[in-house]
RNA sequence: GACUGCGUAGCUCAGCCGGUAGAGCACCUGACUUUUAAUCAGGUGGUCCUGGGUUCGAUCCCCAGCGCAGUCACCA
């Protein structure tokens, strides 16, 4: 990439570069403050006041006005006119400018006004005034350097727009570009939201393993690292699920849920990134109309958290998370699409037919239900804009849930489509070790047929499930993709603090 | 992984139908001193992503590589 700071010129008399001129003016100005006897990186410093609630507090202020009220503020300088007598100050809230004037500074701490660059971190002692031109201000009594910086910012009205170095350098990212760092408190506000409606309804939060011995609780293809001391390999979690599900045998809690880390060794796109953010929960004595309640309840206490209201718009489209959301099958959504019931296909090969006439080219290997998926992939997601659950898949796509009480191809699962995304996934979950053996050995057969992604036997989730699984519902939510539609983003990199780049040679 | 596009100053971007490059901001010097992307005058700053090839000459054309973006495939 280009543009990255060099860190290796500091000292060279013979650098020519402009990144050496620049970091060079900031050294002298650094050492001119030395010279001044100013330590230019102290300790501590206790600001009083922060921009914001000083913005607020005074805003009837009117202009021209000075009151004799003390503050000490503490930000960076991000902007300065007339040779640094007016200085934008931002904080993490906000901004305020500091007005410094011979009248009310010692000789001493004006000449420091020559040593400060955009970038440097000071402290403000003064008195809030409101500037004839209507700037609410701090006057300074007192000005502190609290950390000099070495780095020029980048363009201070165009901001870092390059994306590579925005994510390269998020930090940079974050200093100059306000909708950045507005999308990331977004995003802790909803994981926040998440939390406190789950603690509310009494779940208990936990924490399982991430690294696990047995690949397991939904379909993707693993990250295998090694464990030295045990001379082991281990997977990255694909999911949390089986661990949870066996604290709900173990009785730990009524409902149990973890927020966390799952990693998929896939590609990267507009909505995936390799190790993503998931809720899951697991809740006994419910089935999966009940997850879907508990669902719409989570994500519309979420969205007013953050909205103040129920209906958003992402991209131009209103999106109302108001109760209740659509429900309905795969197979009936498949059918309104396409006219065709994929019921009525005992097997594969008539069910493979069907899609070819739709005109999808499918692996000829899928088995009915994979088929259905395709089918439904292809022709109904894209479509579903609001929030929607799909209900009973195909069992042989879901093999940790229970099977359907009107049909035995079909488990209780459901997906949440919203902006035509999956946001959610459930199940009531499938608690006869007998059938889940089964299940298990079916992914199997397909693991061995080719299939990176299907799971593997978990012997000892089985004896977990011989011990007893209550009747329990269980969900899993991507934070990611809610945090996109929540904050109008257009890709999961916004959303991240750091996401996946390739790394630099 | 495949295809398409992009990579020029610290940042945001022009430009060159092949003759070694410009602007604004930032930075430096000076002026001004109640400014708001402050203003005015002057100035510094470039491996035009990297490596090959074609050419008298390549930042520009060709090939390869690296990085990023978008689309597709797998997936949440």
Redesign the pocket.
């Known amino acids: ?3 990255q700071p060099k860190n290796d010129q500091g000292g060279s008399d013979t650098a ?4 050496n ?2 970091r060079k ?1 900031k050294l002298k ?1 650094l050492s001119d403050l030395e010279q001044l006897g100013i330590e230019p990186f102290p300790h501590i410093f206790k600001p009083t006041h922060q921009a914001a609630a000083l913005q607020k507090s005074y805003e009837s202020l009117v202009a021209g006005e000075e009151t004799q009220d003390k503050v000490i503020v503490a930000g960076r300088v991000m ?5 640094n ?2 200085i ?1 100050l931002m904080d993490t809230t906000g901004s305020i ?1 500091i ?1 410094s ?1 011979k009248d009310s500074m010692s000789p001493e701490n004006m000449s420091l006004l020559d040593c400060l ?2 970038g440097d971190i000071i402290g403000v002692e003064g008195v809030i005034r409101r ?5 609410l ?1 701090v006057r300074a009594y007192k000005i502190t350097v609290l950390t000099k910086s070495l ?15 925005r ?1 390269r350098q998020r930090y940079v990212d974050l200093i100059v570009n306000e909708s950045s760092r507005d999308v990331l408190r977004a995003r802790s506000k909803i994981v926040s939201a998440v939390r406190e409606y789950l603690d509310g309804i009494g779940a208990l939060e936990v924490e399982t393993p991430i690294l696990h011995s047995i690949l397991g609780g ?4 693993p990250f295998v690292t090694t464990y030295n001391a045990l001379d082991a390999n281990f997977y990255l979690r694909v999911a949390p699920e089986l661990y949870l599900k066996r604290l709900i045998v173990g009785g730990l809690s009524d409902a149990v849920y973890e927020i966390g880390r799952n990693f ?1 060794n ?9 190790e ?1 953010t998931a809720v899951e929960g697991y809740h006994m004595y419910m089935d999966y109309s009940d997850i879907m309640d508990l669902i719409e309840d989570l994500v519309g206490h979420v969205v007013k958290k953050v909205h103040g209201t129920l209906e958003i718009e992402y991209d131009g489209q209103k999106i109302n998370f108001a109760k209740p959301w659509k429900r309905r099958s795969m197979i009936d959504l498949v059918q309104d699409e396409t006219g065709i019931n994929f019921l009525e296909f005992d097997t594969a090969e008539q069910a493979h037919q069907a899609a070819a006439k739709l005109n999808l080219k499918l692996d000829p290997k899928l088995n009915w239900g994979q088929v259905v998926e ?1 089918v439904f ?1 292809d022709r109904v997601e894209h479509k579903l804009i609001q929030p929607t659950h799909v209900t009973d898949y195909p069992f042989e796509i879901s093999p940790l849930a229970k099977n359907s009480r009107l049909n035995p191809r079909l488990v209780e699962r459901f997906e949440t489509f919203v902006n035509g ?3 959610a ?1 459930a199940f009531t979950e499938l608690n006869d070790p007998r059938i889940q053996r089964e299940r298990f050995l079916q992914q199997v057969e397909q693991r061995e047929t080719g299939d990176e ?1 299907a799971q593997m036997l978990d012997e000892d989730f089985i004896t977990a499930l011989e011990y007893g699984l209550p009747p329990t519902g269980g969900w899993g939510m ?1 934070i ?2 809610l945090v996109i539609l929540l904050t109008n983003s ?4 916004e959303v991240l603090c750091f996401p996946t ?2 790394p ?2």
Do not use: C
């Open positions: 990439m280009k543009n020519t570069t402009n990144d001129i620049l003016a100005k902007a300065a006119r007339n040779n007598m007016f934008d400018q007005f004037h660059d955009l500037t004839p031109r209507g700037e201000s780095l020029p910012l980048p363009e201070k009205y165009h901001g870092l727009s390059d994306v590579e170095q994510y939904a379909s993707a293809k998929r896939e590609g990267l796109s507009i909505k995936h990134n390799p993503f395709q992939a995304w999956e946001i996934n992604e991507g990611d993709r257009q890709n999961i990199r780049l390739r630099l040679k």
